[in-house]
């Protein structure tokens, strides 16, 4: 192929081609709307399928913060994906439902200050309902 010109001129077109290829795919850029969501939901059914049972003050607390964490890094997502038709709402009632778990969280660490129920009463239940609305939210934003 020495002194070929036509051949030398096809192969760096086709190195130029090559190397033009590999920067596009290196960029990638952002994964798009569908694949923040889809992702977000295999994401928040692992975490939340992970949490387990909750039968005691500690395993409560322990629920409720990881809890916090999947609702929070869910929204994060949402907020990335606002796009979408339905986001808005649902980044909505993760907004609450966040607020509310870091609420009973707070009533939990510092003691109920009504004192009308005890936090070994109230705990677990508490705490398995925030982890029932996670995974309901969880599956709005798989159907999304």
Do not use: W
């Amino acid at each position: 192929m020495e002194g070929d010109r036509d051949a030398e001129a096809g192969l760096t077109r086709r190195a130029s081609l090559l190397a033009l290829l590999v920067l596009v795919a290196g960029c990638g850029g952002s994964p798009s709307p569908r694949h923040e969501v889809a992702a977000s939901c295999k994401r928040q059914q692992t975490a939340l399928a992970a949490i387990g049972q909750v039968e005691s003050l500690p395993q409560a607390k322990r629920a409720l913060r990881r809890t916090i964490d999947v609702e929070r890094r869910a929204l994060d997502d949402l907020r990335r994906a606002r796009s979408l038709a339905g986001v808005p709402a649902l980044a909505r009632r993760y907004e609450a439902a966040l607020a509310d778990a870091r609420r009973f969280l707070g009533s939990l660490e510092n003691v109920d200050p009504t004192q009308s129920m005890t936090p070994l009463q109230v705990g677990p239940a508490g705490a398995r309902r925030a982890v029932g609305l996670a995974s309901g939210l969880a599956s709005a934003t798989c159907a999304l």
